[in-house]
């Protein structure tokens, strides 16, 4: 059997909240091979930062048109801990299970691994994603 290679991604997002109205915005910035692409929105009906932060997730990924090798960036440390455990839980009866199960669908395409970083600290990609999900709130 042939394997294809999986190109290498880069998805860095952050995602902002405002609680008293169930909204929120995420910013998401992608860089491959030879090409860059940043995204923004808003989202409604949201029930925690959290998953803001995984809708932004969601978003870059489905958003990749071949399967790729994706490193996700992100400072939410819920995120990064549920992408190591959450995704292969045997029950899905705890916070956020729909999402987890978007996002492990997401990863019968994608081969992803997820990284913490430390936000607000001055690293670019992460400030841009940040900025882009600033910018959403105008939209």
């Given at each position: 059997m042939n394997r294809i290679p999986f190109a290498p991604v880069d998805l860095?997002?952050?995602?902002?909240?405002?609680?008293?109205?169930?909204?929120?915005?995420?910013?998401?910035?992608?860089?491959?091979?030879?090409?860059?692409?940043?995204?923004?929105g808003r989202l409604r009906n949201i029930e925690s930062p959290n998953a803001a932060?995984?809708?932004?997730?969601?978003?870059?990924?489905?958003?990749?048109v071949t399967p790729a090798y994706v490193r996700v960036y992100t400072d939410n440390g819920y995120v990064e801990c549920g992408m190591r455990t959450y995704l292969y839980a045997a029950r899905w009866d705890f916070c956020n299970g729909s999402l987890w199960k978007?996002?492990?669908?997401?990863?019968?395409?994608?081969?992803?691994v997820c990284f913490k970083v430390q936000g607000h600290s001055g690293i670019p990609l992460n400030e841009r994603a940040h900025t882009l999900a600033a910018q959403a709130w105008g939209l």
């Open positions: 860095w997002t952050d995602a902002s909240y405002r609680q008293r109205r169930r909204r929120a915005t995420y910013g998401v910035v992608m860089l491959g091979d030879g090409w860059r692409e940043e995204l923004n932060e995984m809708m932004a997730i969601i978003v870059g990924l489905q958003t990749l978007q996002i492990r669908a997401l990863c019968r395409t994608h081969r992803i």
